[in-house]
């Protein structure tokens, strides 16, 4: 079972520079979502998904962009990085139960980005 | 709006004794769900226990116990007997709402002394 695909696991961009994180989920799961997390402050919600072809925001969505076309899949885009965009990011996915919680996430391991 | 609080950045427990991390939320939904992830150093998240917003035990997991107080809001995650790997950060999660959007805590970072 490959559960939830990162990747890639490194990058370092340049300011301004564009880039696309992966993230492919191989367990049929129907919400997919992206974290960000830095020093102190947690894990945030950047964009989430339910579904193909429904996405919502999250606490930090300003400055990524995301697209669900598939159920499997669900990448997240920078469209022009800034050095306040250096963190680790976390793609999750669940499975979602009518009126029930208790599906936990699955994380990806996640992709340390640093914008120079 | 839904939120997690975690109070305690950083806690130290003898190995082989118990400790609690606290964790506190809120949120409008009447139907909600709690977690605790763990994150060693090597930087996976770890699921260790769920409560249900109208289960009526606390939820337990091997060593992992989950103390729920419905009207405090608070879920509180019991370690009994720590073990030297339970060094890590342990993070609070909620699940609510029609979209059942997760929002993690701040994380508190524990260690285990020998």
């Known amino acids: 079972n490959a559960g939830v695909t990162q990747t890639p696991k490194f990058q370092v961009l340049k300011t301004g520079q564009s880039m696309t994180l992966q993230c492919a989920q191989d367990?049929?799961?129907?919400?997919m979502s992206w974290y960000r997390q830095d020093p102190g402050m947690g894990l945030r919600l950047i964009h989430y998904s339910v579904g193909a072809g429904i996405t919502d925001q999250g606490e930090v969505p300003n400055g990524y962009n995301v697209s669900r076309s598939t159920t499997e899949d669900f990448p997240l885009r920078l469209l022009s990085a800034a050095p306040s965009q250096t963190s680790v990011y976390f793609c999750?996915?669940?499975?979602?139960?009518?009126?029930?919680?208790?599906?936990?996430?699955?994380f990806g391991n996640g992709t340390r980005l640093t914008v120079t | 709006a839904q939120k997690i609080t975690q109070t305690q950045p950083g806690m130290f427990v003898q190995e082989k004794e118990a400790v609690t991390l606290d964790c506190t939320y809120d949120t409008s939904d009447p139907s909600y769900g709690l977690f605790w992830y763990k994150q060693p150093s090597s930087g996976e998240m770890i699921f260790l226990i769920y409560?249900?917003?109208?289960?009526?035990q606390n939820a337990t997991e091997g060593r992992y116990s989950l103390n729920f107080q419905k009207a405090r809001k608070s879920a509180n995650l019991v370690i009994s007997a720590s073990q030297l790997g339970d060094s890590a950060m342990y993070f609070c999660?909620?699940?609510?709402?029609?979209?059942?959007?997760?929002?993690f805590g701040i994380g508190t970072k524990l260690q285990v002394i020998p």
């Open positions: 999660a909620m699940v609510s709402g029609g979209y059942q959007k997760v929002t």
């Open positions: 409560q249900g917003s109208y289960d009526q």
């Open positions: 367990m049929n799961h129907e919400y």
């Open positions: 999750a996915s669940r499975a979602l139960g009518q009126g029930k919680y208790n599906s936990p996430l699955h």
